[in-house]
């Protein structure tokens, strides 16, 4: 209860711009409340222009432990940070920050994390396989990295990035392909076939009559779809697939599953284990109703889907 | 319940150095949630050398909306202010900020008037009064300003400060003096005689092994005491005060009555007025144990406490 709050409560602050509609608040502070950690997550409306004086700032209270970065901020962090994960660095965005007990401040990035999570809890497969990326933004990249970096055993043998502002996918391919083994490239269309995984890190389906960001009926029939999107779930991408019957997988899941790293990052080590083994408490906040049948039941991905 | 912060909640902030201690938390956010109202406050450990940096970078979060201010920074804020109440300015320090619709930051200063409602719960005479203050720091004028602003009718008549640091006590006399229609002086002795009601304002009383801030045998038999001292109590002074057939009366009162005003300035009028209607469920989070029962039965001051 948030009457809990006493003075010894450590904070943790979730900058954004909008910050409104932000879901990491109530899942963080339903999991500080359920383990019984003495902290707390709460949102901060910065705009871009204040944002770095506010990072540097907040951090003078010393029970400001971390903070966790919503958008527009997450290319910002990387330049005011002591120290930063390989993922932050190559993707050149950051989305959390800890203080360390030297007092220094470290990031990370974790959206790729939850996405392999989430893959991983729908059983899509993506180890050693072709994977096209729609978009090539700040999300496109963190998925970017995550799928690249185990090698293409572990990880994505091959990675194409898509996306309608001419160059601005080969910055990400040529980086992310200098970084790791997979093979990272820039592709000019959005033509799906031959993948056996496509994700949409475009913001296309969150504004009511946004064109489909590719045509799903190119698309092998053996293929995934992952929309990573969270407002207007299920788009009228991830129905047009469901209407071919593809395996389309909305994008809560990738919250969920970004939970324990975090948890984890923050010295919350047991939490994260717990929240590992169940999360379906978080799930119940963050999945539309219309989704709420998946939290007992997830729709797992399997062969059957070939039509 | 704290997972009920999302990212619309509303941001009130209490720095202090330590601010581990600080009641106001837990206080704020039981009001908070009992009255609907989708905010927190939420402690940040900031030192002195920090917060002039903190304080103006914080608000750059549009969702910050005010800030509680715990000690040692009382004193910092004022020049830090775009305006600032007659209290504020007479007292020289602040401990309540709010941001204006006009996007400015304007502060005053609410400890006497806990004070007065304190009083006046206990029905402990002072108006028209004569009061010695017993110290001369950041509270001892906070309630100095609140005593002398009403008048010498409606506020004490004379007011008297002793601090055992020399000529500490003449500059809060001379300022409220100067300000207010009582007499207000600074007085070499901290002896009691010929006064109706005694402030302690010291921190003596917070150690083991203190000594007493003054002698209470010495007090007038009609004459109430006042420590607004909230740890160890009952402290050795309120028990002199008792073993006398005084009356005395422990600080915590003092946090209830401020809560009001705090709303009220905060803009969250209609819990305000709940608060005045009803405020024991505040009692009940800061009373301590032993006083619990004062919380059904206020211990009154009536002409019965006459030895």
Redesign the interface.
């Known amino acids: 209860?948030?009457?809990?709050?006493?003075?010894?409560?450590q904070?943790y602050l979730i900058?954004?711009d909008?910050?409104?509609?932000?879901?990491l608040?109530?899942m963080f502070?339903?999991t500080?409340?359920r383990f019984g950690i003495d902290a707390?997550?709460?949102?901060?409306?910065?705009?871009v222009r204040?944002f770095a004086?506010?990072f540097?700032?907040?951090f003078?209270?010393?029970?400001?432990r971390g903070m966790v970065i919503a958008p527009p901020h997450k290319p910002l962090v990387v330049d005011l940070l002591d120290g930063c994960g390989l993922f932050g660095r190559v993707a050149g965005s950051v989305n959390v920050v800890r203080r360390t007990e030297g007092d220094q401040l470290e990031g990370d990035l974790f959206d790729g994390e939850g996405l392999i999570g989430a893959l991983d809890h729908c059983n899509i497969p993506f180890r050693g396989k072709r994977v096209l990326i729609l978009g090539a933004g700040v999300s496109a990249a963190a998925i970017g990295v995550a799928l690249a970096e185990g090698g293409t055993v572990n990880g994505a043998e091959y990675i194409a990035f898509h996306d309608s502002a001419a160059g601005k996918a080969a910055g990400v391919a040529a980086k992310l392909d200098a970084f790791f083994d997979a093979t990272v490239v820039a592709v000019d269309s959005n033509a799906p076939e031959g993948y056996d995984l496509v994700i949409n890190a475009t913001p296309l389906g969150l504004v009511e009559g946004d064109a489909l960001p590719l045509d799903v009926a190119r698309m092998d029939s053996h293929a995934a779809l992952f929309d990573i999107l969270l407002r207007n779930q299920p788009t009228p991408l991830v129905r047009a697939a469901w209407a071919r019957g593809l395996h389309a997988q909305a994008g809560f899941e990738m919250l969920i599953q970004q939970m324990p790293h975090y948890l984890r990052y923050f010295g919350h080590a047991d939490a994260a284990t717990a929240l590992r083994a169940d999360a379906n408490f978080l799930r119940e906040?963050v999945y539309p109703p219309a989704m709420h049948g998946e939290i007992a039941q997830p729709i797992r991905y399997h062969s059957a889907n070939v039509a």
Chains 1, 2 share one sequence.
């Open positions: 209860m948030s009457h809990s709050i006493s003075g010894s409560t904070a900058p954004g909008p910050v409104r509609n932000v879901r608040p109530r502070n339903a500080f409340e707390v997550l709460l949102p901060m409306q910065v705009p204040d004086v506010f540097k700032s907040a003078l209270a010393r029970n400001v906040i």
